[in-house]
């Protein structure tokens, strides 16, 4: 059984922000980005990273194990 990684990422992505239909993920190679609405960014991240963290490693554990997958949230800079 094949998973997409992809697939899986956005699943687990609009499982923990309130606002579902706006998350977006897209792949390129091995790295996967996840856009979430403005301000639930901290929703997928987590405390000290844990979330993020947690995603990355089930994500690993589906992936081809000859293919290397990163994830990583795709946040606009804020200005200060």
Request: net charge positive.
């Amino acid at each position: 059984m094949k998973t997409d990684v992809a697939e899986l990422t956005l699943f687990l992505a609009q499982s923990m922000v309130d606002q579902p239909s706006q998350v977006r993920v897209s792949q390129r190679g091995g790295n996967v980005l996840v856009r979430v609405a403005p301000g639930e960014e901290g929703r997928l991240i987590g405390r000290q990273g844990r979330v993020i963290q947690a995603m990355r490693t089930l994500v690993r554990a589906v992936a081809d194990p000859r293919e290397r997958v990163s994830v990583d949230l795709d946040a606009p800079r804020r200005e200060r």
